[in-house]
């Protein structure tokens, strides 16, 4: 019999196993969401190196366009005269080519009026005399004074800019008068003369010349002109086409005039010329510091020569 007012007590229920499955499946969670968080951290931080770099490449790209923009205006400048000159210059290598000679020729080198008079005034006593002197070298263009001068007198007056090719089309000044006269007259037309100033002056002055000479000795002539670069050549070739209305076909091997970087070629070019019976005319820049001693042999030449401080080098002027 038990009494009522038992107060033992009495062994508590089990805790449901329910629970257990709910706290395992939050655990779950939040370890799903600590990796997504470092995905999307880890993402985050590649998105915004990939935009650095995408910025950095634009600005590359704008660096390679402008230095690319300044070097072509450069590269533009020091070619300008090169492209005409090569322009012409590969035709007129097809034709030498076509008239090359493989037998290598020797050099003749004919003895110049100096030469001549010197032989005339050093004969041995008792030896016969020549029929008549020898001219002096100054005198050469005595016969043609006249024509020499008149034409000098027509340059100083305006330019006539619709004159025939080979005429001068531009006027000249009275320096440049000077100079012609004292290389026709005084020099005999085989000489040095002072430059003047620029090398767009010494070509109109040669212009002068190369028209005197082509009224002188008609097509039996050529005009060989020694400037060592293209760019000189490009120089000499657009001025004396402006200057005596020319035309690309003017110049070349079988043409009136004759673009020279080496003086080798040049005194070849003019003892083919005398074995022909032509005359050559050799224009020497200013910026060749020298005339070799082949060329003295000729019996006309002009070479420019550079005054104190003057700068006709195109090398300096870069």
Not at 48 to 76: H, M, P, V, W, Y
Request: net charge negative.
């Amino acid at each position: 019999m038990h009494d009522d007012n038992d107060t033992t007590p009495q062994p508590s229920p089990p805790e449901d196993d329910d629970n257990q499955p709910a706290e395992r499946s939050s655990e779950h969670t939040s370890l799903i969401e600590l990796a997504l968080k470092d995905l999307t951290n880890r993402r985050d931080a590649l998105e915004q190196e990939i935009s650095e770099l995408s910025q950095r490449k634009q600005q590359l790209e704008q660096e390679l366009k402008t230095n690319f923009a300044g070097q072509s205006d450069a590269i533009a400048r020091r070619v300008k005269g090169f492209q005409e000159y090569l322009g012409g210059a590969l035709g007129d290598l097809v034709q030498s080519v076509e008239n090359l000679e493989l037998v290598v020729q020797p050099m003749v080198v004919q003895p110049s009026p100096l030469d001549q008079q010197a032989n005339t005034n050093g004969a041995a006593p008792g030896s016969e005399a020549p029929a008549a002197p020898a001219a002096a070298v100054a005198d050469t263009f005595r016969p043609d004074e006249d024509l020499i001068r008149a034409a000098l007198e027509r340059f100083l007056k305006q330019p006539d800019v619709y004159a025939d090719p080979w005429n001068l089309r531009r006027s000249i000044d009275a320096r440049d008068i000077a100079l012609l006269e004292d290389w026709f007259f005084n020099q005999g037309g085989r000489g040095a003369q002072p430059s003047r100033g620029s090398r767009p002056r010494n070509i109109l002055a040669s212009a002068a010349l190369v028209a005197i000479i082509g009224e002188l000795y008609g097509d039996q002539f050529q005009c060989l002109v020694l400037a060592g670069g293209p760019e000189r050549l490009g120089e000499w070739r657009r001025g004396l086409q402006d200057a005596l209305g020319l035309g690309r076909e003017d110049f070349g091997p079988s043409s009136g005039i004759v673009l020279f970087e080496r003086p080798e070629a040049l005194v070849e070019r003019a003892d083919r010329l005398e074995e022909r019976g032509e005359v050559p005319l050799i224009l020497i820049d200013a910026a060749e510091r020298s005339v070799d001693i082949p060329v003295l042999q000729f019996p006309l030449w002009l070479a420019f020569a550079a005054g104190p401080g003057e700068r006709l080098d195109d090398d300096d002027l870069l």
